[in-house]
């Protein structure tokens, strides 16, 4: 397939805002998960909630897309001059420049937060709760379009938690197929009583700070952030050092609606498409970002998945310890991890896991390495069996 | 840059209006529309368990794929699909919402059939199909997003693409800040080149024509009053073997321009 230059890259998570706090959170193995103290939630859990969303203010004009989905959108696009860069680009290619962005529960927190305030009368919602603005799946794509003045191809793609990483794939086949030239990628998702109260029904809620593939994992922590990826196709003055995806793979379990394949068989079928589009071995994969949320189901199956393509040789880790599970974020955040460890030369290890549960036969990492890495492969897994795998690397 | 598709199979289901064929006897003015609900089988290709719990938006969604692929005699075992639709299950998410301003004891089933792609993920295990699928969505574009999203397909993967467009509405008291009347949705399954099952050849791209319109007020009230009809005026085009463009709405003056021809 058709490689895209990731011409610029920003993620805003419980480990800070922009790349910087992100990079020494990784190299250093250290993490963002407190105590659930957010909102009215009475559940033992740890989360990672990102500090002064709530104080982010929109633009006046923009007060219909007011919610907490949308104000953490625009805290992390204003970081590491993602804003202004993105903004070049797309005067650079007008029509020609898409965007196509990820979330899994939106602004849903806005109705939820709506439903207890409906008239005792008529039963009617408050009338200042704007659906469009905030619950709607596409909110955070409208406010941004409208926001950023982007006239070319707009979408999200909602598949709970492969949301942020399928977006990579659906841009780069617009590009391919010459509809754009460069699009705007990214994954936004924010706490929410449903997805807390939701993953607490399913007894998946770890009551610590989640321990992804260690023998005491007990369930995931949830995450909030907002990561973006400006992709554009490579030209002639495009520099052979320039992080790119390499590759993209995507499938379905066919399975179960909440449960993975437990031989991870989806994933497995999505590793190797990201691979096959990318034209690479397995051996030529330095590190890989697992999907690793922590839960006992997820990590066994991935772990078999993995297994089976690249055997004990290939180094892994999830990240989720460290940020949390930001759902449809995750796989953008983690889109933008693998940059920062091509960039800046390093594998990072997974924290909170000790020991490694030895029924999970893949040689996963817990602290981080100083090797610099060629090619990373990231995983990002979804509820309804959605699988899809992304390959970053360098152009040359 | 424009797009082009072969469309080998359709399905419609709407109220009042159980499959294509009925559809294509109405649009093409053989027939007079009746309004009446929207009628959905139980999927028998699920599991029991799994048909179960299928709401609305699973078994609508399930019905039209299977439909399309059935006319354009593909195996949907190993078709790619995208799914679109502004906001999923409106059933489902107002008993969410309802149980969190109670006593927030959410049932698992309500959880985990409150993500936009659970018809998607209902379809591959109906289908056994572990090919690539997505879901997405684009408010009142839903349709125009879903069709480019599709088109793009056809053309880097060469393989056939199922786009399956649904929407049903939310009860109250949502329905009133998020109005959608209709249960409704259309499938198109398409290809790279002409078949035997081709109907028509579809050209799209964006451009700054005004949304049509149809004349026939009920037909429009069909189209408009639930995103998934935003293809409503291209299947008018196809059940009347009537070519040329139409206007589908995508963003404030962007609409996607579909030019439909025989083939």
């Known amino acids: 397939m058709m490689p895209l230059v990731l011409k610029a890259y920003t993620a805003t998570s419980c480990l800070g805002r922009g790349i910087a706090p992100m990079t020494v959170a990784l190299r250093n193995g250290t993490g963002g998960l407190t105590k659930c103290e957010f909102e009215s939630i009475d559940l033992e859990t740890y989360v990672g909630e990102i500090q002064g969303v709530d104080a982010e203010q929109l633009p006046a004009a923009y007060q219909s897309f007011n919610c907490r989905n949308n104000r953490l959108a625009q805290l992390a696009i204003k970081q590491d001059d993602f804003e202004q860069t993105v903004k070049a680009s797309i005067s650079r290619f007008g029509p020609r420049f898409g965007l196509i962005l990820g979330t899994s529960t939106s602004g849903i927190l806005e109705t939820e937060l709506a439903y207890r305030s409906c008239s005792p009368v008529t039963g009617l919602l408050p009338e200042k709760f704007n659906y469009q603005g905030s619950h709607s799946p596409f909110s955070v794509a409208a406010f941004l379009r409208t926001w950023l003045t982007i006239r070319g191809p707009v979408s999200v793609i909602s598949t709970a938690c492969s949301s942020g990483a399928k977006v990579f794939a659906s841009a780069q086949r617009m590009i391919e197929a010459g509809v754009i030239d460069a699009a705007l990628v990214g994954g936004v998702d924010s706490l929410c009583l449903t997805t807390l109260y939701g993953f607490h029904s399913l007894q998946l809620l770890a009551p610590r700070p989640c321990r992804p593939f260690a023998t005491n994992r007990e369930g995931i922590s949830i995450g909030e952030g907002a990561a973006f990826a400006l992709l554009e196709r490579p030209d002639a003055g495009t520099r052979s050092d320039n992080i790119a995806l390499l590759g993209v793979g995507e499938s379905n379990d066919a399975y179960h609606i909440s449960s993975p394949h437990p031989d991870g068989l989806g994933a497995r079928l999505s590793i190797e498409a990201a691979l096959k589009t990318a034209a690479i071995d397995p051996w030529e994969i330095d590190y890989i970002n697992l999907h690793g949320t922590a839960t006992i189901t997820n990590d066994q199956s991935e772990s078999r998945a993995v297994a089976a393509v690249f055997g004990r040789s290939t180094p892994c880790s999830s990240t989720k310890g460290a940020t949390g599970h930001a759902l449809g974020a995750a796989g953008a955040i983690e889109a933008v991890i693998c940059a920062i460890a091509l960039k800046d030369g390093f594998i990072p290890g997974g924290i909170n896991t000790n020991p490694v549960d030895p029924a999970l036969e893949v040689q996963y990492l817990r602290a981080t390495q100083f090797t610099k890495p060629s090619r990373i492969l990231s995983n990002s897994f979804g509820f309804g069996g959605t699988n899809c795998s992304l390959v970053f690397g360098r152009l040359a | ?263």
């Open chain 2, 1 to 263: 840059m424009s797009l082009i598709s072969y469309i080998n199979g359709v399905s419609f289901i709407g109220p009042g209006i159980r499959d294509w064929r009925t559809a294509e006897h109405i649009f093409s003015g053989l027939n007079p529309y009746i309004p009446g609900a929207t009628e959905l089988p139980a999927p028998m290709s699920l599991p029991a368990p799994e048909r179960r719990r299928a709401g609305r938006a699973i078994k609508l969604a399930i019905s039209l794929g299977m439909e399309a692929s059935a006319q354009a005699a593909l195996d949907p075992k190993t078709v790619l699909t995208v799914f679109s639709s502004s906001g999923g299950d409106g059933e489902n998410c107002d008993a969410i919402c309802r149980t969190l301003a109670s006593d927030r004891q959410l049932s698992p089933t309500r959880f985990h059939h409150s993500v936009h792609n659970v018809p998607a993920g209902y379809w591959s295990i109906a289908t056994g199909a572990m090919v690539a699928s997505s879901t997405l969505c684009a408010h009142d574009a839903s349709f125009a997003a879903g069709l480019l999203e599709a088109m793009t397909q056809v053309t880097t993967s060469a393989a056939p693409v199922l786009l399956i467009a649904y929407d049903t509405p939310y009860p109250p008291p949502l329905n009133d800040k998020r109005p959608i009347r209709h249960v409704l949705g259309i499938a198109l399954a398409l290809d790279k080149l002409p078949g035997p099952r081709s109907i028509a050849k579809i050209t799209a791209q964006l451009g700054d024509s005004p949304v049509d319109r149809l004349d026939n007020s009920i037909l429009d009230d069909l189209r408009s009053g639930a995103p998934a009809g935003g293809g409503l005026s291209l299947l008018v085009r196809l059940a009347r073997r009537h070519w040329g463009s139409v206007h589908l709405e995508y963003f404030d003056k962007t609409t996607l321009t579909v030019s439909v021809n025989s083939c």
